[in-house]
């Protein structure tokens, strides 16, 4: 067996890996990045293939492949950049899903020679094909929830968290009697319940929240590529499968902060299930009224203001209205504006998915703020625009206690000079919480579609 | 405990290391591409799916299980780098010419 050859070449793919991920920590050798990583798993895929005796099956393989390779690529020119949380989700699942198949046809082997796993083996076996298996039912159903095929409300009932936990420790119990007793089904049946656990798993979380379930997932399938590693003493598998650990786990800590939830509360609240508005008595009830304008007032208002932020939401790419937004700003930046873009780290539907969706309509990275650099701006800055965003510049998040989002930090746009918002009408956003920014003084409101709104004011500017 | 397993683990948790290091310096700028790029980076289980694939099997079923984790995983890696390597296509500073996206 040429495992020690093939872990000493592999050892390029390692170095192409951590370079790739070296190379993201800036936009201008992120491309070359992601290449130096491509190249380095086709030489772990060439290496495999020249250093495996492979016996049989060079057929299913090939075709294996090519079938992979046409989903793979038909999956990813097609997709909307506003699909992409849904995208990821579904290639993590089909990771995770391969790591737990791998672990069933090893285990296969060993059952069939009738031998002896091992308890060292055997824990990375079931590892890798139960949390492979939760992966990859979690994600579908992440996807099914971002797709809008499943409903995108948490679904609830008696008994739930109960349940969930029997069903894990079940999936666990059949795996572990499945190593001691060298049982090719009960793993199998082991991986069945896992999956179902996976999918009740994800069941009661929110839409809201799928970021940061797929983002948990995709840790998953880290770990569970890694245990596949042991299982293979694949070197290659161990540190990738940890990166994207790693990685995952990095990123899912970064979003539960910047929603100022805990990780539990994500996973076990069914957070957005209870549309109660404590806000909403709140703002509603001190007589404070909504101050409604029109594009032309608001056309005048940007041009002759000296520095415009616009707050691009999820709304924005849902009426994709992201070109327009950016021939709005152009449009002003020939008058002389300073126009500037703040991006809430959680703005869209996972992190940095505005960002991506900005790029797209080509507005340049370098006019994107994040938030801790832009939030001290707000106060000399004359009118910002929030477009299709709402719980994320919530001002209860800072003084209101009660709010569910209270201590979630957020866009400090009442801080300016002028606020407008654009929206289609008084409903509260993707949380449910109603918001105070609204009644503010100093806020007007454009009621319209996004992208027929910046339409409007696009026209209106120019006649300014 | 097996020699072998105590340097995979010494692997393992330096791995951790550098990918908490390395990962911690990317601007949530590109967070969306970081997620897909090491959603392709886990699909090094195609190493692995390759392996069972062409390890002999008695019987036809675990042929196919084989065949599906094949392709599973070369989905995931072909389909992981081809929307990171779009995605990342797009971004463009102020004074670079304008690539149209449409």
């Known amino acids: 067996m040429s495992t020690t050859t093939a872990n000493l070449l592999y050892l390029i793919t390692i170095a192409a890996f951590i370079l790739a991920l070296r190379f993201l920590s800036s936009p201008r050798h992120a491309r070359l990045g992601v290449q130096i990583g491509a190249a380095g798993m086709l030489w772990a895929v060439v290496v495999t293939l020249a250093l495996n005796k492979v016996v049989t099956g060079w057929w299913w393989m090939a075709a294996g492949v090519l079938i992979g390779s046409v989903i793979g690529v038909v999956g990813a020119r097609k997709v909307k950049m506003t699909a992409m949380p849904q995208m990821v989700a579904l290639f993590n699942g089909v990771g995770g899903g391969a790591a737990a198949l791998i672990s069933l046809v090893e285990f296969h082997g060993v059952w069939a020679h009738a031998g002896d796993v091992g308890v060292e083996r055997g824990i990375a076996t079931v590892f890798s094909a139960l949390v492979g298996s939760i992966s990859f039912a979690g994600s579908m159903i992440a996807f099914g929830k971002l797709q809008e095929l499943v409903s995108g409300r948490p679904i609830t009932y008696p008994g739930q968290q109960v349940g969930n936990a029997l069903l894990f420790v079940a999936a666990i119990a059949l795996a572990v009697v499945a190593m001691g007793s060298i049982e090719f089904w009960l793993l199998a049946a082991a991986i069945g319940a896992a999956a179902l656990f996976g999918v009740v798993f994800v069941l009661p979380i929110g839409g809201a929240d799928m970021p940061v379930v797929i983002s948990l997932l995709n840790a998953f399938t880290g770990l569970a590529a890694a245990a596949t590693g042991f299982v293979l003493h694949s070197n290659v598998l161990i540190v990738s499968g940890m990166l994207v650990g790693a990685s995952g786990t990095l990123l899912t800590t970064l979003m539960a902060r910047a929603m100022n939830r805990s990780l539990a509360n994500v996973l076990f609240g069914a957070f957005g299930k209870i549309v109660a508005a404590p806000g909403a008595a709140a703002a509603g009830g001190d007589g404070a009224s909504v101050r409604s304008t029109t594009a032309d007032d608001v056309a005048v208002m940007l041009a002759f203001a000296r520095r415009v932020v616009f707050v691009p939401g999820y709304g924005l790419a849902v009426a994709q209205a992201q070109h327009d937004v950016r021939n709005l700003a152009e449009l002003l930046e020939e008058k002389g504006v300073d126009v500037r873009y703040a991006i809430h780290p959680v703005a869209g539907r996972m992190p940095g998915h505005m960002n991506v969706l900005l790029a797209e309509a080509n507005v340049p990275y370098d006019e994107l703020y994040e938030m801790d650099t832009i939030n001290p701006e707000f106060p000399q800055t004359d009118v910002v625009v929030v477009v299709g965003a709402n719980d994320v510049v919530n001002p209860a998040a800072r003084n209101q206690p009660g709010s569910p989002i209270y201590g979630m930090p957020i866009l400090d746009v009442d801080k300016s000079q002028n606020v407008v918002v654009i929206k289609r009408s008084m409903s509260p956003g993707f949380a449910g919480i109603d918001n105070p920014l609204f009644y503010d003084p100093k806020t007007v409101m454009l009621f319209d579609d996004a992208k027929a709104a910046m339409e409007k004011l696009i026209a209106a500017v120019k006649s300014v | ?102």
């Open chain 2, 1 to 102: 405990m097996s020699y072998q397993l105590v340097t995979e683990l010494t692997i393992l948790v330096l791995a951790a290391f550098v990918g908490f290091e390395v990962i911690s310096k990317v601007p949530t700028l590109l967070h969306t591409p970081l997620m897909s790029g090491t959603n392709a980076i886990h699909g090094i289980v195609i190493v692995g799916a390759i392996i069972v694939m062409g390890t002999p099997h008695p019987g036809l079923f675990m042929r196919l299980v084989s065949f599906v984790a094949v392709i599973l995983a070369t989905a995931n890696v072909v389909g992981g780098f081809v929307v990171t390597d779009r995605m990342l296509e797009m971004f463009r500073k102020r004074d670079e010419p304008r690539k149209e996206a449409q």
